[in-house]
């Protein structure tokens, strides 16, 4: 009996090619497991489907969907805090003790409770009780993350222009995010740049919609501090006054453009 072999598949790029390589040159896959935030992209919903079916396809497997019990609105706004000292400090400041609130570059609890404690954790049960061995699909062209397990992109020297145009050739596009986005994570991240949200805000003006609602919800809750706030210059509602404006700038005829001659 050969290895038991997990693959983590977050639906981006790299590992979306990491998967369909692995299924071309036939390499033993046992699992294949997802962390699915309940954040992401219809688009992104839709490519995790069509990668499952090929799965099945081609193995007879389905994709191992990983979830938190109740999600990311429910951690950035109910989820009682337990320590004690983290109580006391949001009552010190008049916050309640309940909610992380908006994630930061300083604290990212999305990404670690929605996404790495749930995959470390049954990586670690498989290793514990079938001596897996986890692989990663990190391209070529990042080997600062590379640590441990295995990496087989970066073993086959693919790197992340590759993976990308690897998935197109056959036939994965996520729907166009890719040639929307930098990036196809979570819409709601405070994290992404000012061009990606006006982005979101052309294409994805539902989401948008439910970003300002977030936005509304965290002011309310939290205030005008790293908690409350989306960005440390920014709410939602700024940005959407902004990109308005700008919008409403561009809409006059002969804005930006050249002088007749």
């Not at 210059?233 to 919008?247: G, S």
């Amino acid at each position: 009996m050969g290895e038991f072999v997990a693959v983590s598949c977050s639906g981006g790029k790299d590992s979306t090619a990491m998967l369909l390589l692995m299924l071309e040159k036939g390499l033993p896959i046992d699992c294949v497991l997802y962390a699915d935030t309940g954040m992401e992209f219809p688009e992104m919903q839709v490519h995790m489907a069509k990668l499952d079916d090929l799965l099945y396809q081609e193995r007879g497997i389905h994709i191992t969907t990983l979830r938190h019990p109740h999600g990311f609105e429910w951690m950035m706004f109910d989820r009682q805090l337990q320590r004690k000292d983290a109580i006391a400090k949001r009552a010190a400041k008049g916050l309640p003790p309940q909610g992380y609130g908006w994630p930061g570059v300083r604290v990212r609890w999305c990404t670690g409770w929605l996404k790495t404690h749930l995959i470390r954790k049954e990586v670690n049960r498989l290793k514990r009780e079938r001596q897996a061995r986890h692989y990663i699909g990190i391209a070529a062209d990042e080997p600062a993350r590379v640590k441990e397990d295995v990496y087989p992109l970066v073993d086959w020297g693919v790197t992340e222009a590759d993976a990308l145009q690897i998935c197109y050739d056959r036939g994965f596009d996520w729907g166009g995010l890719y040639e929307i986005y930098h990036r196809a994570s979570c819409w709601c991240c405070p994290l992404q740049g000012i061009e990606e949200l006006r982005k979101l805000r052309v294409h994805h003006p539902e989401l948008w919609e439910r970003l300002r609602e977030m936005d509304r919800r965290a002011l309310a809750q939290f205030g005008h501090n790293p908690l409350g706030q989306f960005q440390k210059n920014w709410t939602v509602e700024r940005l959407e006054q902004r990109f308005a404006a700008e919008a409403r700038q561009t809409a006059v005829p002969g804005f930006g453009r050249e002088p007749p001659r």
